[in-house]
């Protein structure tokens, strides 16, 4: 039966909304209609590249499809462990298994990428470190290009950031923290773009946080290079100042890099060098954040505040309701190569309601996530999640 | 030896003279609470050297010496200074403590905190420990060294013992050369010594020199003999022999020839400029001996008995509020 949501205002502008079963629909005989209260509608986030399956940090933010990263235990570089990871979250969470590039994510050994993508991976990742070695990341490209899959590439030197915990600055320099200049980035960037240029391969470096980086990027999609990226709200709302006072909630990778990098980043999200906005989302409990800084983990739970401080950059005008959820859905699709991300008719009716006003305070000791580790605790934001719907059936809160 | 000319202002009274529960580091202190410090040192150094130590104000309060990493001179330093005063004081050593068996900083912390410590002096491996602590438990804390972060105490014992050989520490050009960018002594140093009005000079090659350090009010340099030109203080720093092996500097050798305080080099200083040395000290490799034992020039044994009695004086003065001590309570 088709059911039909009025007195909505759906990105794009019209104010009702059709879907029949699974899938959008523009046929609204024989419907029923639903009072939507005014609310917004807009597609479910696809959130490119999370660490952790959190179903309720996910319903919380509105979020319907999460890139899981390679990153597990064990890690998803063996077709049996990625058709597991892909039925984790179902029926309410779809969960996209990024394979590991590499056997183990050690950097040296191709993985069985057609295997993995037949047994559902939509992408092969270098996880959270970059191939230290170029002649590897070269073939992980050209294979992958074989396989008509996109590469999703740490954008840090690993070498020239071995033992750092903080950009390099006067932040770090006080605090008697190992520090890497924000250069290693920009690093990893010139070289794979370059490797990604030579293979004809399709890359997408999951954050670039820098302005030298987001230069890279920049110039290589300006020479038709296949190349994407995102950030995380995190490098365009803090810097690292934030990590005074050793808090490690705020600890990052990539770390948080200096005010002038943050406004970088939102003039990229402006002029659009940036494709895609993500949460990162990695809950890490007090075990591993009630440490010293060096010793503490990184990773920000980001799934459920991901909407509302992106709804920040609509409401200074930097950039639209619309190019937000290219960003939050559309972009992040077409890097996975899925047919959703947006409210076109037979697409999956994967979409959310959301106020984006009301206001609410982001409280670290409230989170929906399996931890609270948010940057944000105690920051007043915009934006809540009224319901949530993936593939048509209405995810309970 | 002269005493300074400097005398405690008597205008702020009680805690409000130095209203910080903990000495986690010189960052966060205001110049007139260094100073503070340091008039409160100078009355221990006489009593130090007579025999008659007979203050026991500290009768009674439980000091617990949390060290997590090695150390023999700073924990032997503060446990005098404790002693001294008549504190009953206890030294944990990592080696022998359960840290090794995997239990969190928090858990000793709170552990310390169980045994009702009235204040704990903490030196960790890790920036930032210090502080860590200090946020879970109810006494003082006073930092003796936390990774590469801070180290006060050092920084207030080497201000007074230039404060007391040069009269006062403003205006004077201290001259700070070795390891800075691993150096707790370092960062502890420039705070001070900057807020007290020296003119900084800091020394090291481009591989240890921190980024962005000319934040911090002080003047950086690569170039030794440049940098000594009319020094008044010549503060050396120990390398370490793991930074060779991380391939910061070339050899000892190579470092010596460039950074190494010898006789010729010191002649560029002015000819009463004092030298300082943290210690341990490598002899031949940062500093000459003919240095380090020169009678008038050399200052290193004065500033471990300077070591002394600024510890004395933070117990002291860390202690006033639970110790009930009038218009510190």
């Not at chain 1, 943050?262 to 993500?278: C, F, K, N, P, S």
Request: with cysteine; aromatic share 4%; glycine share 10%.
């Amino acid at each position: 039966m088709t059911r039909l949501f009025e007195n909505v205002k759906v990105l794009g502008g019209a104010t009702s909304f059709a879907f029949s079963g699974e899938t959008i629909t523009t046929d609204t005989t024989n419907s029923e209609t639903i009072d939507g209260g005014g609310l917004h509608l807009a597609p479910g986030i696809i959130d490119l590249g999370v660490f952790a399956v959190d179903r309720a940090a996910c319903r919380a933010g509105g979020i319907t499809r999460v890139g899981l990263m390679p990153d597990q235990s064990p890690i998803l570089d063996d077709p049996g462990i990625i058709r597991r990871a892909a039925l984790m979250g179902k029926p309410d969470l779809w969960v996209h298994p990024l394979a590991a590039a590499t056997r183990g994510l050690q950097g040296t050994d191709l993985a069985e990428m057609a295997i993995n993508a037949s047994a559902g991976a939509k992408a092969v990742a270098t996880g959270r470190r970059w191939i230290a070695d170029a002649g590897v990341m070269r073939k992980v490209l050209a294979y992958a290009k074989d396989c008509g899959l996109t590469v999703i590439a740490h954008a840090e030197d690993g070498n020239l950031a071995r033992d750092a915990v903080a950009t390099e600055g006067l932040t770090a320099t006080l605090l008697g923290l190992a520090a890497a200049p924000a250069i290693a980035e920009a690093l990893a960037i010139a070289r794979d773009t370059m490797l990604a240029e030579d293979t004809g391969a399709a890359i997408h470096f999951r954050q670039v946080t820098t302005a030298a980086g987001l230069d890279l990027i920049r110039q290589a999609k300006r020479r038709g290079v296949r190349v994407t990226c995102g950030v995380t709200p995190a490098h365009w709302l803090l810097s690292d100042i934030d990590i005074s006072d050793y808090r490690t909630y705020a600890r990052l990778s990539p770390p948080l890099r200096s005010d002038s990098d943050r406004q970088a980043v939102r003039a990229a999200l402006a002029d659009g060098t940036i494709d895609v906005i993500a949460s990162g989302h990695d809950p890490r409990g007090p075990e591993g954040k009630r440490l010293p800084f060096i010793d503490a983990d990184e990773g920000m739970s980001g799934a459920e505040t991901l909407l509302a401080l992106s709804l920040g950059l609509v409401r200074e005008g930097l950039i639209g309701m619309e190019r937000l959820f290219e960003l939050l859905a559309a972009n992040p699709a077409r890097v996975l190569g899925l047919d959703a991300g947006t409210l076109a008719p037979g697409k999956p009716a994967d979409f959310i309601l959301f106020a984006p006003d009301t206001p609410w305070v982001i409280d670290a000791t409230k989170m929906k996530a399996r931890a609270g580790n948010t940057p944000f605790d105690t920051l007043p934001v915009q934006g809540k999640v009224h319901r949530v719907f993936k593939g048509g059936r209405e995810i309970e809160a | 030896m002269q005493a300074s000319d400097h005398r405690p202002a008597a205008q702020i009274q009680g805690r409000a003279v130095f209203p910080h529960r903990h000495l986690t580091g010189i960052a966060g202190l205001q110049p007139h609470e260094i100073m503070f410090l340091l008039d409160e040192a100078e009355q221990w150094i006489e009593a130090n050297r007579t025999r008659a130590r007979s203050d026991r104000r500290l009768e009674g309060i439980t000091q617990i010496n949390a060290f997590f990493e090695n150390s023999t001179r700073t924990l032997l330093s503060f446990e005098i200074a404790g002693k001294r005063l008549g504190a009953d004081v206890v030294n944990m050593h990592a080696a022998q403590s359960s840290v090794k068996k995997g239990e969190t900083l928090i858990d000793t912390a709170v552990t310390l905190n169980a045994m009702r410590a009235d204040v704990i002096v903490i030196r960790h491996m890790a920036s930032g420990a210090v502080q860590l602590i200090a946020d879970k438990v109810d006494c003082p804390v006073l930092n003796a060294g936390d990774g590469w972060h801070e180290h006060p105490t050092q920084a207030l014992l080497d201000a007074l013992t230039i404060r007391r050989r040069r009269g006062s520490v403003a205006g004077q050009r201290v001259v700070i050369c070795g390891d800075l960018l691993h150096s707790r002594v370092a960062r502890s140093n420039m705070l001070a010594l900057t807020a007290l009005g020296a003119e900084v000079r800091v020394v090291a090659p481009s591989t240890l020199m921190p980024p962005a350090i000319e934040g911090l009010y002080v003047t950086p340099f690569t170039d030794f003999d440049a940098a000594l030109e009319g020094a008044d203080v010549v503060m050396m720093l120990r390398v370490q022999n793991e930074r060779m092996a991380g391939g910061f500097i070339p050899s000892t050798r190579e470092f010596h020839a460039r950074y190494g305080l010898t006789p010729e080099r010191l002649a560029r200083a002015r000819e009463d400029a004092l030298v300082m040395h943290p210690g341990p000290m490598n002899r031949g490799v940062e500093i000459d001996s003919a240095i380090a034992d020169h009678p008038e020039r050399s200052a290193i044994t004065e500033q471990v008995e300077m070591g002394v009695a600024v510890r004395m004086a933070c117990l002291d003065v860390l202690t006033r509020a639970e110790r009930g001590v009038e218009g510190w309570a």
